[in-house]
């Protein structure tokens, strides 16, 4: 148990569905990140909320729509998704955002969604 | 960006069995982590070690800064090793090598 989870833990979608995942940190930190493990290929670091404000879009398709109502929730919307986009959806927090604080600040992540899109 | 490159990228051990892991980064960073992933997926981070050595149980860790590599050592081997373990370099983001696979076999 990290003090991160993330909901649903599993999820399959049609390319026309609109889904939500969830995460949820009980840890007091102040950012959260929104990861994607596929298959063969090294973590993608997708978004960086620091305060409840994105720092970091590195380069994520406007179909994958991030929000952060307060510093402990962290949703990721989706929407028109491609096969490709099936993978592991991995949610994080740390103290400090990594980006303004540059480090040092260990990143506590949660279980994971594992997303299929057909 | 940054390259990390780790090695090797399988590796099989007898339980109680000795290893080392490898992580060679392109640049310097201010921001060096490794992690374990288990098989269900979950990421635990392992150790922050952007230089010098720590140690935790029979983990520990050592980074040459000055050189760009980090490596990881597990001593005594449990099958609970098992995973994938991932280093992650940065300084205002974080990149993830490839990871080293882990299998301790019982």
């Known amino acids: 148990e990290t003090g991160v989870t993330q909901t649903p833990r599993h999820l399959v979608m049609g390319m026309t569905n609109k889904k939500s995942l969830k995460c949820e940190q009980h840890?007091?930190?102040?950012?959260m990140y929104w990861y994607k493990q596929s298959a063969k290929k090294p973590l993608e670091l997708m978004f960086v909320y620091s305060l409840e404000e994105r720092v970091e879009n590195n380069s994520v398709p406007s179909r994958f729509s991030p929000e952060c109502p307060n510093s402990s929730h962290l949703f990721l919307h989706l929407h028109t998704l491609q096969p490709e986009d099936s993978a592991l959806y991995l949610c994080?927090?740390?103290?400090?955002?990594?980006?303004?604080?540059?480090?040092?600040?260990?990143?506590?992540f949660g279980p994971g969604t594992r997303l299929t899109v057909l | 960006g940054i390259q990390v490159e780790q090695s090797p990228p399988d590796l099989i051990l007898q339980e109680g069995a000795n290893s080392t892991l490898r992580c060679n980064f392109s640049?310097?960073?201010?921001?060096l982590q490794w992690f374990h992933q288990n098989p269900w997926g979950q990421l635990i981070n392992l150790f922050y070690?952007?230089?010098g050595t720590k140690q935790n149980g029979r983990l520990s860790a050592t980074t040459v800064a000055t050189e760009r590599y980090s490596l990881l050592y597990i001593s005594s081997s449990q099958t609970t090793d098992s995973g994938v373990y991932f280093c992650?370099?940065?300084?205002?983001?974080?990149?993830f090598g490839a990871g080293t696979r882990l299998t301790v076999k019982p």
């Open positions: 994080a927090s740390s103290q400090d955002s990594l980006l303004v604080a540059g480090g040092p600040d260990t990143q506590y």
């Open positions: 840890l007091g930190h102040n950012a």
């Open positions: 640049d310097s960073v201010n921001n």
């Open positions: 992650a370099v940065g300084n205002n983001d974080m990149r």
């Open positions: 070690i952007p230089s």
